[in-house]
């Protein structure tokens, strides 16, 4: 397992958009060169823009992290672990299923907010990045 992590869009979004919780853990990613990313990232970040310019501006932004690869069985592995979910009673999409497979293939770790991946990992050993509460300021109660 190497040290890089996906990025998925439910996060980009958000630190897009300045959500305080994911701002210094993506920065902390990113300055020490651990963020990778993929097409279909890529995509929907860009496909939510809000107009060209704004998606120029992502792409360059985006391109400038590794970007996995997939194998020939990807998006079978993908299908598969969809099949399989759903025949347990998982509805989970097959964008989720791709990113699993993906990061599975990729051996990296994956930086999300969607709680599909936890159900997800019933099925398929991923790893999942979390964001960890600070610890409370010296001389505060505990909690």
Same mark, same amino acid.
């Given at each position: 397992?190497?040290?890089?992590?996906?990025?998925?869009?439910?996060?980009?979004?958000?630190?897009?958009?300045?959500? @305080?919780?994911?701002?210094? %853990?993506?920065?902390?990613?990113?300055?020490?060169?651990?963020? !990778?990313?993929?097409?279909?990232?890529?995509?929907?970040?860009?496909?939510?823009?809000?107009?060209? &310019?704004?998606?120029?501006?992502?792409?360059?932004? *985006?391109?400038?992290?590794? !970007?996995?690869?997939?194998?020939?069985?990807?998006?079978?592995?993908?299908?598969?672990?969809?099949?399989?979910?759903? &025949?347990?009673?998982?509805?989970?999409?097959?964008? =989720?299923?791709? *990113? @699993?497979?993906?990061?599975?293939?990729?051996?990296?770790?994956?930086?999300?907010? =969607?709680?599909?991946?936890?159900?997800?990992?019933?099925?398929?050993?991923?790893? *999942?990045?979390?964001?960890? &509460? %600070?610890?409370?300021?010296?001389?505060?109660?505990?909690?």
């Amino acid at each position: 397992m190497n040290n890089l992590v996906l990025i998925d869009s439910s996060i980009w979004i958000d630190y897009i958009n300045g959500v @305080a919780r994911y701002q210094a %853990p993506v920065d902390s990613l990113i300055d020490n060169g651990q963020v !990778c990313t993929a097409k279909i990232i890529i995509a929907e970040i860009i496909g939510g823009a809000m107009d060209e &310019k704004i998606a120029n501006e992502y792409r360059r932004n *985006l391109e400038q992290f590794p !970007c996995l690869s997939e194998s020939k069985e990807t998006w079978d592995k993908a299908a598969l672990l969809s099949l399989r979910m759903r &025949k347990r009673g998982y509805n989970i999409g097959l964008y =989720d299923c791709y *990113l @699993a497979a993906l990061v599975r293939e990729n051996e990296v770790t994956i930086f999300t907010s =969607d709680q599909h991946f936890q159900e997800i990992q019933h099925f398929e050993k991923i790893d *999942l990045y979390s964001v960890r &509460k %600070p610890p409370p300021p010296a001389g505060s109660p505990k909690g």
